[in-house]
Every structure is written in C-alpha cells, then in structure tokens.
C-alpha cells in the first residue's frame, strides 16, 4: 500500500534521489508544490507542480519501474487536482501518455498554443528526439465529466 503526500522542503532531497534513479534530469525546487507516493521510506512515484510565466506547468510525473500498473500515477494525477484547478495549466508529456493525461482534462494542443516559453521547451524536447507534444488544461473549477479521483476508487 503506498500513500501520497505533498513533500515539505526537507523530503526534498529523497525526490532528487528519486528522480535521479528513473532518469529525470528537471530537477526539483523548494518553489516547486511537489507530491509523492511512497511506501514506508521508498518513494514509488512523484509529481512537480511548478508555477511558471503565471500558469501550472504539470512536470517530473514518474514512477519507479518496479512500481507501475498499481495505480500509483492515477493516484498522483489526481492528488494535483485541487492545484491544477486554480488555472490554466499544461504538461508535455510522451505522446504516448495522452489517454492518461486526458483523463484529468488535459487536451492536445498544437505547439503554437501554448505559452511562448513552453512551445521553446517542447521544440527542445523534440530537437533531442523526445517523443511529446503539448497538452493544456482549463482551470477555474473545469472537471472532466466524471472526477478522476472516483476512477481510481
């Protein structure tokens, strides 16, 4: 069974851990809201929420190989309902994510879309290779249709 909690500045530290075992090189910043699913001491799984140029940037979602298919990044995703509603937010995700993403409202959106900043980033994800694109989510109470947080249930 795992839990999920937002990690103060002081867990900070096992998520840079965390992100460095499964490859992540974004990093982790105490202005981050970060969330984590984790088993006794063992982080299964973390999220950034990351305010950036006045809109939610959804970043960092991860889950330990060893951890997948139990619901740890359905849990995560909607444990940062209640932030990404509070506005406009948008996540960059593997292309091949966009079912799990959409679940929780996020819809694609062509690159020219999104904030300047982050149509930079994406083209530098997709200059190296990587396989996303964007996704934007409305904010200001929007829900899909059915709340993520009942699915997982």
């Known amino acids: 069974m795992f839990g999920i909690d937002v990690v103060p500045e002081s867990g900070l530290a096992q998520v840079r851990a965390f992100y460095e075992q499964v490859g992540y090189g974004g990093g982790v910043s ?91 980033r994406l083209t530098s994800y997709l200059e190296k290779g990587q396989r996303v694109l964007g996704m934007r989510r409305a904010g200001r109470g929007y829900m899909p249709n059915k709340s993520l947080a009942s699915r997982i249930a």
């Open 30 to 120: 105490a202005l981050d809201t970060v969330l984590a699913a984790s088993a006794g001491d063992r982080v299964l799984g973390a999220v950034r929420l990351c305010e950036e140029h006045g809109v939610i940037v959804l970043r960092g979602m991860f889950v330990a190989a060893d951890a997948q298919r139990q619901g740890i990044g359905r849990a995560l995703l909607a444990a940062c309902l209640p932030w990404l509603d509070r506005g406009e937010s948008f996540c960059l995700p593997y292309d091949h994510l966009v079912g799990f993403y959409s679940a929780a409202g996020f819809e694609p959106v062509p690159a020219e879309m999104l904030p300047p900043f982050l149509h930079a």
